[in-house]
Nanobody, 124 residues
Framework: QVQLVESGGGLVQAGGSLRLSCAAS????????MGWFRQAPGKEREFVAG????????YYADSVKGRFAISSDNAKNTVYLQMNSLEPEDTAVYYC?????????????????WGQGTQVTVSS
């Protein structure tokens, strides 16, 4: 079992930046992928970015490509989401998730473990 804890959310003006962190603890996998998802009020949860652990393989939703960057720190067992050029449309609760296997999936149904979420609010 894996526990995930997000942090780093907050309020930022449009054009600003935030870095979200997702610290993983508990049972680890030999091969797993991490993903960031977000959910705005009245909207479905959507995939934002993913990374395969212990690799450089990443994948981004078109809406954030070029603005967001996902990365990981193996020593800290943490995955990050650097968010730049934030827009009001980025306002959502952001969740990190983990799944076994060395492939990135864009559907949340593929992920086994979820954090509690962290609120990101971008003002215009």
């Amino acid at each position: 079992q894996v526990q995930l804890v997000e942090s780093g959310g907050g309020l930022v003006q449009a054009g600003g930046s935030l870095r979200l962190s997702c610290a993983a603890s508990g049972r680890t996998f030999s091969s797993y992928a991490m993903g960031w998802f977000r959910q705005a009020p009245g909207k479905e949860r959507e995939f934002v970015a993913g990374i395969i652990w212990n690799s450089d393989s990443t994948y981004y939703a078109d809406s954030v490509k070029g603005r967001f960057a996902i990365s990981s720190d193996n020593a800290k067992n943490t995955v990050y989401l650097q968010m730049n050029s934030l827009e009001p449309e980025d306002t959502a609760v952001y969740y990190c998730a983990a799944r076994s296997g060395r492939s990135i999936r864009t559907s949340g149904a593929w992920y086994d473990f979820w954090g509690q979420g962290t609120q990101v609010t971008v003002s215009s």
